[in-house]
């Protein structure tokens, strides 16, 4: 029987617009303070793409990534891009995507799954890999949420972002390094939790559902809140357990950055050192699927991910939906 095959990050990549919007700026548009959204959130600015859709977030991550890689787009074999904001609901986001970074060779599809996009993606794009049908899949995590936040609404405004952050999966060549496991979940049940009304084939767009604001984001947060500190620390434990993993053996978390106090109960149920969990979320806010893999570029531009270090990537998002995926990292660190 011939060995299986297992599918690894060998590159990374992503871009953050220009320009910044702070709390300070939020609180000239909104009842708000700086000190309420840090206290409440960890949030202290996130950034806005002023021109274009999220393709113009996701191509220039996808071009850094494969930068980073050293490959050609013409060598791309799949194309996934997990978004909610997609630049429209057709074509997928992911075919503007190839077109812009001229991956000709690419077949390409969107994933919906809200802030666990990029984990669903993720293991999606290991599934070809890992069946032996790809040698080299591209998955990005990109969304321009100001598209669909209300700035006149305190209770969403001031948690999102705009990003797009990629990574390229390959066949591994260590059988000991790659994606390693996975634990994925959804539960419709939270449908009415944190979405986006109107716009879709049950409230077309009309006046009326602009005038109703159902094409925003709306957010019961509290409800949200409850579900996500168990869900992301259950999912987290759970990856551990079925990899007989102790706090000391986890090398890095990288949450899903939604609300840091979210974070923190996670980071306490896996027993880890608050040293060992990326957080930039005081920089950009809930980009929603583009918040893991910006954490994974951004450290491995820093230097600070190794190869062989355990990675667990933990997700809550609406649907409801949330997951945990163990990496045994498998780039050397960018020198
Ligand atoms: N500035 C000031 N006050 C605000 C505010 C803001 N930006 N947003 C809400 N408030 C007010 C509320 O109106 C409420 O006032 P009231 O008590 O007079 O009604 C009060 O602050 C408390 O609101 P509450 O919703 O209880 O705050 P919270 O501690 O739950 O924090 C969230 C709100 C949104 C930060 C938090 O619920 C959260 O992070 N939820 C989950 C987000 C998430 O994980 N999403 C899933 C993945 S995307």
Request: some cysteine; hydrophobic content about 40%.
């Amino acid at each position: 029987m011939s060995e299986r095959i297992r599918a690894a990050i060998t590159a990374v990549g992503h871009y953050v617009p220009e320009k910044i919007l702070s709390n300070k700026e939020l609180e000239k548009m909104v009842d708000t303070t700086d000190e309420w959204i840090v206290t409440r959130t960890g949030i202290r600015e996130r950034r806005i793409l002023e021109q274009g859709g999220t393709s113009e977030l996701a191509a220039p991550a996808a071009l850094a990534c494969l930068k980073n890689r050293g490959i050609e787009a013409g060598e791309i074999d799949v194309i996934i891009v997990a978004t909610i904001s997609p630049d429209m609901f057709f074509p997928s986001t992911a075919c503007l995507v190839q077109e812009k970074i001229g991956a000709k060779n690419a077949w390409c599809f969107d994933v919906s799954a809200a802030c666990s996009g990029f984990v669903f993606a993720l293991v999606t794009g290991c599934q070809f890999i890992e069946a032996g049908t790809y040698k080299k899949v591209l998955v990005i995590g990109s969304d321009k949420m100001s598209a669909i936040t209300d700035y006149t609404d305190r209770n969403t405004c001031v948690l999102f972002g705009d990003a797009g952050a990629a990574v390229l999966l390959e066949p591994s060549d260590d059988p000991n390094l790659g994606v390693m496991d996975h634990r994925l979940y959804s539960d419709g049940a939270g449908k009415n939790a944190l979405y986006q009304k109107g716009g879709g084939s049950l409230n077309p767009p009309t006046y009326q559902t602009i005038d109703n604001k159902m094409h925003y984001i709306y957010q019961d947060g509290k409800s949200v809140f409850k579900v996500a500190v168990i869900g992301m620390a259950d999912v987290s434990a759970e990856i551990m357990k079925r990899n007989n993993l102790t706090g000391a053996d986890v090398d890095w978390l990288v949450p899903h950055q939604a609300n840091l106090r979210i974070i923190d109960a996670c980071r306490e149920r896996m027993n880890l050192d608050p040293s060992k969990v990326m957080i930039n979320i005081d920089k950009y806010g809930n980009t929603t699927a583009a918040t893991i893999p910006l954490c994974l570029s951004e450290w491995w531009h820093a230097g600070k991910l190794k190869r062989g270090q355990k990675v667990v990537l933990s997700s809550f998002g609406a649907g409801y939906t949330w997951g945990a995926v163990l990496v045994n990292w498998s780039i050397d660190p960018k020198s």
